[in-house]
């Protein structure tokens, strides 16, 4: 079955601490994987695009990390700030363009 | 700038009524999607469309249509709205294989 699993579930930690969000998945035949920022009450924004030969990319202080071998990802933000307090979702995209989404995770940056 | 333009941002609507929810693309791309999201399920395509005219079933098509009578707009159609339909529902487009650009999102409440 396609699956994406995301961990944890929520996450409250201070203002200017590293976190480091998860993405397990069992989605075949893979094309690439996508983490979303979404802002409560608004559409996900894309944050990184990875296809299968690429094991990291960065976009500002958020790097996401892919093992194609093991279906894994994760995504880290450095130095967090408060604008960073929203859903962040993976995303999986089979080779036919369908899109399987995690569930997300509910990261609260407090002051 | 991509701009996905949903047309209400919050709608209060009773049990039975039809309801209309319209969405529309500036950037003449070919594939749009409607999806709804529910807290714990992720995003859950409900219905998209490659084509002027083309619709077909996501994974939740059951109580919806669409209809795509132009390029750049795809509208999701309840036609006797349920309880169980309130949620935030989130339009996106996109060109072949490229990203998504998603919509603000409108909150049904049916009541």
């Known amino acids: 079955k396609n699956q994406v699993e995301q961990s944890p579930q929520s996450l409250i930690i201070l203002e200017g601490k590293n976190c480091t969000l998860q993405?397990?998945?069992?989605?075949?035949?893979?094309?690439?994987l996508r983490w979303y920022k979404q802002d409560t009450g608004r559409g996900p924004v894309s944050l990184t695009i990875m296809t299968f030969s690429e094991n990291t990319k960065s976009n500002g202080r958020y790097t996401a990390t892919l093992d194609a071998d093991t279906k894994q990802s994760s995504l880290h933000i450095t130095a967090s700030q408060l604008s960073d307090s929203a859903s962040y979702i993976c995303v999986v995209v089979r080779s036919n363009y369908q899109l399987i989404w995690g569930a997300g995770t509910k990261l609260i940056i407090k002051p | 700038d991509v701009k996905v333009t949903q047309s209400s941002r919050y709608l209060v609507k009773r049990t039975g009524e039809k309801v209309f929810l319209e969405c529309v693309q500036d950037m003449d791309h070919e594939n749009m999607f409607w999806y709804r999201q529910d807290p714990g399920l992720g995003l859950r395509l409900i219905y998209f469309s490659y084509d002027v005219k083309m619709k077909e079933k996501g994974d939740i098509p059951e109580g919806y249509s669409v209809s795509r009578e132009k390029k750049e707009r795809f509208s999701l159609i309840l036609e006797s709205a349920s309880t169980n339909q309130t949620s935030m529902y989130l339009c996106?487009?996109?060109?072949?294989?490229?990203?998504?650009?998603f919509g603000q999102g409108t909150r049904l409440t049916v009541v």
């Open positions: 996106a487009s996109s060109s072949q294989n490229t990203e998504a650009f």
């Open positions: 993405c397990n998945y069992t989605v075949s035949p893979f094309s690439n």
